[in-house]
């Protein structure tokens, strides 16, 4: 998958919001609901006159944690005043940013390929912050965006599973790579961790445990 790592300082946006549900079969009607009158009733036009501080672009932004109540950001980033928008900061951190183009559901797929295939073996965790979709060019049937997540070093590891894993199929035998590339991928997608590691014997293993990802969170699918 095509992204990037960076780390970035805490920004300011104002917008609206809409209170998140727990139960995240909710918010499939809350969130659709939310951008369908934005639209609307010209909220989105009046947003955009009111960007002026990066990341440029209409944001998307889930902010769930356990200390507030859980929204959802319909907003710019702005250093400009106004009493008719909602503030929130969203906090410094260090985000996997990726790219895409297409549709709303384009970037539904997007979200959830980074959850169930990149994060289990990229050698990172969920980090404490909101995840942002970037909308640089915001037309419903080929828009342009990025999708943030926000992430630290694993504390399982501290390496690139996937590095390792390549060094791993590097002892398999070439007939048998695609059939043991497709298990990996099976079992990354069912949510399983899967580690590789040097023996003391100097062989590679190949071990399997089941990882939680939060991939239930409302801000991971949202229409």
């Known amino acids: 998958m095509n ?9 300011r946006i104002i917008g609206i919001s809409a209170e998140l549900h727990q139960e995240v079969e909710q918010n499939f009607m809350v969130v659709p609901q939310m951008w369908q009158e934005a639209a609307v009733n010209g909220t989105i036009q009046k ?3 009111m960007m002026d501080a990066p990341p440029l672009g209409l944001l998307g932004v889930s902010a769930c944690n356990d200390k507030e109540q859980w929204k959802y ?7 400009k005043n106004s009493r008719e928008w909602e503030e929130y900061t969203v906090p410094a951190s260090t985000w996997a940013i990726f790219p895409g183009s297409g549709t709303n559901r384009s970037i539904q797929e997007l979200e959830q390929r980074i959850i169930t295939e990149w994060l289990p073996t ?11 979709e970037v909308y640089l060019h915001a037309d419903p049937e080929n828009a342009q965006y990025e999708v943030w997540i926000p992430v630290r070093k694993s504390s ?12 791993f ?3 398999v035998d070439p ?7 497709q298990i990996h991928n099976g079992l990354i997608e069912q949510g399983c961790n899967c580690e590789t590691k040097t023996a003391k014997s100097g062989f590679m293993q190949y071990r399997i445990s089941w990882a939680r990802v939060r991939r239930d969170l409302p801000g991971r699918k949202r229409r």
């Open 3 to 11: 992204y990037r790592i960076e780390t970035k300082e805490a920004f």
């Open 47 to 49: 947003l955009a006159s």
């Open 73 to 79: 950001f319909i907003a710019v980033s702005s250093t």
């Open 122 to 132: 990229s050698g990172y965790e969920y980090a404490d912050a909101p995840d942002v």
């Open 156 to 167: 399982r590891n501290g390496g690139n599973i996937e590095e390792t894993f390549g060094l």
């Open 169 to 171: 199929m590097e002892t």
């Open 175 to 181: 007939c048998f790579r695609d059939f043991v590339r």
